[in-house]
Protein backbone atom coordinates (compact mmCIF):
# COMPACT_ATOMS: atom_id res chain seq x y z
CA UNK A 1 0.00 0.00 0.00
CA UNK A 2 1.64 3.32 -1.08
CA UNK A 3 0.87 6.63 1.08
CA UNK A 4 -0.39 10.04 -0.26
CA UNK A 5 2.89 11.46 0.35
CA UNK A 6 4.80 8.27 -0.96
CA UNK A 7 2.65 9.55 -4.17
CA UNK A 8 4.35 12.71 -3.63
CA UNK A 9 7.60 11.98 -3.34
CA UNK A 10 7.38 13.42 0.13
CA UNK A 11 8.08 9.92 1.89
CA UNK A 12 10.37 7.29 0.28
CA UNK A 13 10.18 4.38 2.65
CA UNK A 14 7.81 1.77 0.44
CA UNK A 15 10.96 1.94 -1.64
CA UNK A 16 13.89 -0.95 -1.90
CA UNK A 17 17.61 0.43 -2.84
CA UNK A 18 19.26 -1.38 -5.84
CA UNK A 19 23.15 -2.04 -5.46
CA UNK A 20 23.91 0.78 -7.80
CA UNK A 21 21.97 2.99 -6.22
CA UNK A 22 18.36 3.72 -7.35
CA UNK A 23 15.40 3.23 -5.67
CA UNK A 24 11.73 1.33 -6.66
CA UNK A 25 9.27 -0.40 -4.65
CA UNK A 26 10.18 -4.52 -4.12
CA UNK A 27 7.75 -5.75 -6.94
CA UNK A 28 9.10 -3.78 -9.49
CA UNK A 29 12.72 -4.20 -8.88
CA UNK A 30 11.81 -7.60 -9.15
CA UNK A 31 10.49 -7.43 -12.28
CA UNK A 32 12.91 -5.23 -13.70
CA UNK A 33 15.87 -8.00 -12.50
CA UNK A 34 13.82 -10.16 -14.62
CA UNK A 35 13.67 -7.89 -17.60
CA UNK A 36 17.23 -7.41 -17.46
CA UNK A 37 18.23 -11.03 -17.58
CA UNK A 38 16.39 -11.22 -20.30
CA UNK A 39 17.79 -8.53 -22.08
CA UNK A 40 21.27 -10.08 -21.42
CA UNK A 41 20.32 -12.84 -23.23
CA UNK A 42 19.71 -10.49 -25.89
CA UNK A 43 22.71 -9.20 -25.92
CA UNK A 44 21.51 -6.03 -24.07
CA UNK A 45 23.13 -4.26 -21.37
CA UNK A 46 19.87 -2.75 -19.59
CA UNK A 47 20.21 -0.87 -17.06
CA UNK A 48 18.70 2.38 -14.83
CA UNK A 49 19.92 5.95 -15.54
CA UNK A 50 17.75 7.64 -13.45
CA UNK A 51 14.57 6.30 -10.74
CA UNK A 52 13.19 7.50 -7.35
CA UNK A 53 13.27 11.20 -7.59
CA UNK A 54 12.08 13.19 -4.25
CA UNK A 55 9.34 16.10 -4.00
CA UNK A 56 12.32 18.51 -2.92
CA UNK A 57 14.89 17.30 -5.73
CA UNK A 58 12.01 17.77 -8.28
CA UNK A 59 11.12 21.42 -6.56
CA UNK A 60 14.19 22.54 -7.04
CA UNK A 61 14.50 22.00 -11.23
CA UNK A 62 11.28 23.33 -11.20
CA UNK A 63 12.56 26.39 -9.53
CA UNK A 64 15.60 26.80 -11.38
CA UNK A 65 14.08 26.69 -14.61
CA UNK A 66 11.41 29.32 -13.71
CA UNK A 67 14.61 31.47 -12.52
CA UNK A 68 16.45 30.73 -15.55
CA UNK A 69 19.11 28.84 -14.15
CA UNK A 70 18.62 25.96 -16.31
CA UNK A 71 17.81 25.68 -19.88
CA UNK A 72 14.17 25.52 -20.98
CA UNK A 73 14.19 24.21 -24.48
CA UNK A 74 11.56 23.64 -27.15
CA UNK A 75 11.13 20.06 -28.71
CA UNK A 76 14.01 21.07 -31.66
CA UNK A 77 16.48 22.03 -29.05
CA UNK A 78 15.99 25.69 -28.94
CA UNK A 79 16.37 27.72 -25.77
CA UNK A 80 14.35 30.08 -24.50
CA UNK A 81 14.68 32.79 -21.91
CA UNK A 82 12.51 32.28 -18.87
CA UNK A 83 12.70 35.73 -18.48
CA UNK A 84 11.26 36.86 -21.87
CA UNK A 85 8.00 34.58 -21.51
CA UNK A 86 4.72 35.29 -19.48
CA UNK A 87 4.00 32.70 -16.83
CA UNK A 88 1.50 30.80 -18.66
CA UNK A 89 3.84 29.55 -21.31
CA UNK A 90 6.88 28.95 -18.77
CA UNK A 91 5.04 26.77 -17.24
CA UNK A 92 4.55 24.78 -20.86
CA UNK A 93 8.09 25.10 -21.60
CA UNK A 94 8.83 23.97 -18.21
CA UNK A 95 7.06 20.64 -18.15
CA UNK A 96 7.67 19.12 -21.67
CA UNK A 97 10.38 18.09 -20.38
CA UNK A 98 10.06 18.36 -16.88
CA UNK A 99 7.12 17.53 -14.42
CA UNK A 100 5.56 19.39 -11.92
CA UNK A 101 6.91 18.38 -7.90
CA UNK A 102 4.58 15.88 -6.53
CA UNK A 103 3.33 15.25 -10.24
CA UNK A 104 6.33 13.40 -11.17
CA UNK A 105 5.44 9.95 -12.26
CA UNK A 106 9.39 9.17 -10.74
CA UNK A 107 8.29 9.79 -7.05
CA UNK A 108 6.08 6.54 -7.01
CA UNK A 109 9.20 4.10 -7.73
CA UNK A 110 7.02 2.33 -10.62
CA UNK A 111 9.08 4.34 -13.05
CA UNK A 112 12.54 4.63 -13.99
CA UNK A 113 14.57 5.40 -17.33
CA UNK A 114 16.77 3.08 -18.87
CA UNK A 115 19.73 2.41 -21.63
CA UNK A 116 22.28 0.14 -22.83
CA UNK A 117 25.25 0.88 -20.84
CA UNK A 118 27.73 -1.20 -22.58
CA UNK A 119 26.80 0.58 -26.14
CA UNK A 120 26.44 4.00 -24.12
CA UNK A 121 30.33 3.28 -23.21
CA UNK A 122 31.44 2.38 -26.20
CA UNK A 123 29.54 5.54 -27.83
CA UNK A 124 30.77 7.83 -25.96
CA UNK A 125 34.69 6.20 -25.86
CA UNK A 126 34.61 6.40 -29.81
CA UNK A 127 32.88 9.89 -30.61
CA UNK A 128 34.82 11.72 -27.54
CA UNK A 129 30.75 12.62 -27.00
CA UNK A 130 28.60 12.95 -24.15
CA UNK A 131 25.36 10.41 -23.65
CA UNK A 132 22.52 12.99 -23.25
CA UNK A 133 19.44 11.06 -23.01
CA UNK A 134 17.75 12.15 -26.03
CA UNK A 135 15.30 10.43 -28.50
CA UNK A 136 18.06 10.46 -31.40
CA UNK A 137 19.90 7.77 -29.22
CA UNK A 138 16.68 5.50 -29.25
CA UNK A 139 16.49 5.32 -32.70
CA UNK A 140 18.61 4.76 -35.97
CA UNK A 141 22.40 3.89 -35.10
CA UNK A 142 22.04 5.37 -31.91
CA UNK A 143 23.73 3.72 -29.03
CA UNK A 144 20.24 2.61 -27.61
CA UNK A 145 18.37 2.03 -30.86
CA UNK A 146 18.69 -1.84 -30.79
CA UNK A 147 17.61 -2.01 -27.05
CA UNK A 148 14.94 0.13 -27.49
CA UNK A 149 13.26 -2.00 -30.37
CA UNK A 150 14.18 -4.72 -27.85
CA UNK A 151 12.09 -2.87 -25.00
CA UNK A 152 8.93 -2.36 -27.42
CA UNK A 153 8.67 -5.77 -28.51
CA UNK A 154 9.26 -7.32 -24.67
CA UNK A 155 8.73 -5.01 -22.20
CA UNK A 156 5.48 -5.76 -21.55
CA UNK A 157 6.10 -9.22 -20.65
CA UNK A 158 7.22 -7.98 -17.64
CA UNK A 159 4.26 -5.53 -16.99
CA UNK A 160 6.07 -2.74 -18.57
CA UNK A 161 4.90 0.53 -20.71
CA UNK A 162 5.95 3.34 -22.01
CA UNK A 163 3.89 6.22 -20.86
CA UNK A 164 5.79 8.91 -22.88
CA UNK A 165 6.03 6.40 -25.98
CA UNK A 166 4.93 9.79 -28.45
CA UNK A 167 4.40 13.77 -27.92
CA UNK A 168 0.88 14.33 -27.98
CA UNK A 169 0.92 18.30 -27.06
CA UNK A 170 2.26 17.33 -23.53
CA UNK A 171 5.36 15.30 -22.31
CA UNK A 172 8.34 15.07 -25.07
CA UNK A 173 8.87 11.96 -26.64
CA UNK A 174 10.69 9.46 -24.08
CA UNK A 175 11.79 6.08 -25.57
CA UNK A 176 13.80 5.30 -22.52
CA UNK A 177 11.23 5.87 -19.64
CA UNK A 178 9.71 2.69 -18.48
CA UNK A 179 6.35 2.64 -15.70
CA UNK A 180 5.01 -0.99 -13.94
CA UNK A 181 1.58 -0.88 -15.30
CA UNK A 182 0.24 -3.15 -12.33
CA UNK A 183 0.77 -0.55 -9.95
CA UNK A 184 0.98 2.96 -11.71
CA UNK A 185 -2.41 2.64 -12.92
CA UNK A 186 -3.86 1.84 -9.41
CA UNK A 187 -1.63 5.49 -8.22
CA UNK A 188 -3.04 7.21 -11.12
CA UNK A 189 -6.92 6.07 -10.05
CA UNK A 190 -6.33 7.12 -6.30
CA UNK A 191 -3.88 10.63 -6.89
CA UNK A 192 -5.09 13.29 -5.25
CA UNK A 193 -5.20 17.00 -6.61
CA UNK A 194 -6.20 18.13 -3.61
CA UNK A 195 -3.69 16.81 -1.68
CA UNK A 196 -0.79 17.88 -4.38
CA UNK A 197 -2.80 21.41 -4.58
CA UNK A 198 -2.15 21.80 -0.79
CA UNK A 199 1.19 20.33 -1.09
CA UNK A 200 2.39 23.17 -3.65
CA UNK A 201 0.69 25.80 -1.27
CA UNK A 202 3.02 24.98 1.13
CA UNK A 203 6.24 24.41 -0.50
CA UNK A 204 8.56 27.77 -1.68
CA UNK A 205 7.29 26.74 -5.56
CA UNK A 206 7.74 29.81 -7.97
CA UNK A 207 4.48 30.06 -10.16
CA UNK A 208 1.88 28.20 -7.96
CA UNK A 209 -0.47 31.28 -8.19
CA UNK A 210 -0.46 30.33 -11.82
CA UNK A 211 0.01 26.72 -11.19
CA UNK A 212 -2.73 25.77 -9.06
CA UNK A 213 -5.77 26.89 -10.92
CA UNK A 214 -4.76 24.57 -14.11
CA UNK A 215 -3.99 21.73 -11.83
CA UNK A 216 -6.54 19.33 -13.00
CA UNK A 217 -5.20 20.23 -16.88
CA UNK A 218 -1.95 20.43 -16.16
CA UNK A 219 -2.00 16.73 -14.56
CA UNK A 220 -4.10 15.47 -17.51
CA UNK A 221 -1.78 16.70 -20.14
CA UNK A 222 1.12 16.04 -18.87
CA UNK A 223 1.56 13.64 -16.18
CA UNK A 224 -1.61 10.99 -17.94
CA UNK A 225 0.30 12.52 -21.10
CA UNK A 226 -3.16 13.00 -22.19
CA UNK A 227 -1.87 15.51 -24.35
CA UNK A 228 -3.70 18.04 -26.60
CA UNK A 229 -3.84 16.02 -29.83
Given at each position: ?152 ENAKRFGFY ?68
Amino acid sequence: MITKDQILGIDDAHLVTLPNGHQLMPEVAEKFAQMQASAALDGHDLQICSSFRSFDRQLSIWNRKWQGELPLNTLNGTQLNANELSDENKIHAIMLWSALPGASRHHWGTDFDVYDKSKVDLYTAETQGSFELIPEEYEGNGPCAQLSLWLLENAKRFGFYFPYASYRGGVAKEPWHLSYRPIAENIIADFSLRGLSKQLNMANFLGKEAVIPSLSTLFSRYTLNNGTQ
